[in-house]
């Protein structure tokens, strides 16, 4: 097991940032957002109902045409970066339901990835503030410092952590945020830290495609199946995979979150590592890294070095159902009877303009019924990190979501995201409804096999096995880092 190296992120490492007052009001010189892009707002209002932070308080200002209008109110100078000012911009999910909606074409997505840096370099936050966003961005960003995490969560989970926190008192005086962390969880296999996806993967008979895949950070980690049945699928249509070992965390969550810098590093690193390998696809199977990735291109426009290699790398970036819905199937399939809810991840839905692959991918399947769910639109509160720094409103949207779900009577639910699946487990209560990403589903009628049907509950109770696991694990674990 390696320990990947911290993404930069110290004084000295971040952006010139030249401050011009005046011109551009509170926001410093380096790309605030801009009057053209602000202008084109003309306050109409069809984005407000798929805002979900209007759908929940009916705030002016915590709708996307509010929110415009304090970036103008920035920009003019006339406010202060304070925390009234910060906190709506912190309440948006930027989940981009607002860019579907607007029928004049406003570009909130600019707009919102424009602010986020602002604030982060032109405001201070709180301590705790500070120091939970910081042990997140410690955290997830790194599969070898994920997997400890996740022993430790196994052995939460073995010895039934929640039920002894409960009966004494301690889940009731954490803070909403620390639940927030217990509850999403992901459930801990260790059998399955130790999985890896090989370097290369031939295609089954002759090969159409040379591509190759993003692993991602939490997806590794606890979606291993997702990308062990993404390889599988992808070969099995006669795609050559190639998923280099030097690939680390794409930049998604901290470019989502306005941390700049370490967005760039972590872009930069991501096309080192597929330059060269002759791929003419990067397949992605997570929608918010695909989202950051096909904006490389724009992020490091101002880098003279990565400008035109990030543009090309941004121009081979597709979604793993994209890829496949061009490709003729060549794969047969078998039936799986089912009546399966979609759910649209809103970095592949709103963010990409994917709504029609995955469903006619899903499609490919004998027998699986796709049916769409009300208020598909509304985000599920996930949002990246939203559902951990914004846990009451991550709280109300997912139970929102689950009730939309649950309305159609699915057999089951597919979704394109890890931060989707972990925030529909949590709120579906019981755990009752089997949950895939698409690829499983794919990857399954390939191999003929009915995984609806065997799928075991969200929260299984803890085997006696686990220990015994744990140890293994560690064992392994430390034998890696000897050699
Ligand atoms: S963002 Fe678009 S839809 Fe919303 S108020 Fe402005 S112009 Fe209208
Ligand atoms: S990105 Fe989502 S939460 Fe933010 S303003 Fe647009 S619709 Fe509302």
Redesign the pocket.
């Known amino acids: 097991m390696t320990t990947q190296p911290a993404a930069p992120r110290d004084e000295d490492q971040r952006l010139h940032v030249e401050h011009a007052h005046g011109e551009t009001g509170i926001f410093d010189a380096h790309h605030p957002p801009t009057d053209e892009r602000i202008s084109d707002c003309v306050h109409c209002g069809f984005?407000l109902p798929?805002?979900?932070?209007?759908a929940l308080w009916g705030e002016e200002m915590d709708?996307?045409r509010g929110?415009i209008y304090l970036m103008k109110i920035g920009k003019e100078g006339a406010v202060e970066f304070d925390d009234t000012y910060v906190q709506h911009f912190d309440n948006?999910?930027?989940?981009?339901?607002?860019v579907t909606a607007c029928p004049s074409g406003v570009k909130?997505d600019e707009l919102?990835e424009a602010v986020r840096p602002q604030l982060e370099r032109n405001y201070r936050r709180d301590r705790s503030d500070r120091l939970f966003r910081e042990l997140i961005f410690q955290l997830f960003p790194y599969p070898s410092r994920l997997r400890v995490a996740a022993v430790f969560g196994a052995l939460y989970q073995w010895i039934n952590g929640r039920q002894l926190l409960e009966r004494a008192g301690v889940l009731r005086r954490i803070t909403p945020r620390l639940r927030a962390v217990e509850a999403l969880l992901p459930r801990a296999r260790l059998r399955d830290l130790a999985k890896r996806v090989p370097a290369f993967t031939p295609a089954r008979g002759a090969a159409r495609r040379r591509v190759g895949l993003l692993t991602g950070c939490v997806q590794r980690v606890f979606f291993a199946d997702v990308n062990a049945a993404t390889v599988r699928v992808l070969a099995a249509e006669g795609c050559e995979v190639v998923a280099p070992r030097s690939q680390r965390c794409c930049g998604a969550l901290s470019e989502h979150a306005g941390r700049e810098p370490e967005a760039l590093a972590r872009a930069r690193r991501l096309i080192d590592a597929f330059e060269g390998t002759g791929v003419d696809t990067v397949v992605v199977n997570v929608a918010g890294c695909g989202s950051t990735m096909k904006e490389y291109g724009r992020l490091l426009r101002d880098d003279p070095q990565y400008a035109e290699r990030a543009a090309a790398f941004s121009a081979k970036v597709r979604d793993v159902s994209e890829l496949l819905a061009e490709l003729e199937p060549v794969a047969p399939r078998r039936p799986i009877k089912a009546r399966l809810a979609y759910h649209d991840a809103c970095h592949l839905g709103h963010g990409q303009g994917v709504r029609a692959e995955p469903r006619a991918v899903l499609r490919t399947i004998p027998g699986l019924e796709v049916i769409d769910i009300p208020e598909a639109e509304i985000?599920c509160g996930s949002a990246g990190i939203y559902n951990l720094v914004k846990p009451e409103a991550g709280e109300e949207l997912g139970q929102r979501k689950v009730a939309n779900v649950v309305s159609v009577a699915p057999d089951a639910l597919a979704t394109a995201n890890p931060g989707c699946l972990l925030q529909l487990r949590r709120h579906m209560s019981g755990g009752e409804l089997p949950m895939f990403h698409p690829m499983e589903l794919v990857d399954a009628s390939i191999r003929g096999i009915n995984p609806i049907r065997s799928q075991p509950t969200a929260n299984p109770p803890p085997t006696r096995r686990q220990p015994a696991a744990i140890l293994s694990y560690l064992a392994r674990a430390s034998a890696c880092r000897r050699k």
């Open positions: 984005c798929t805002c979900p932070t209007y709708s996307p929110r948006c999910l930027g989940c981009m339901a607002c909130y919102i985000c």
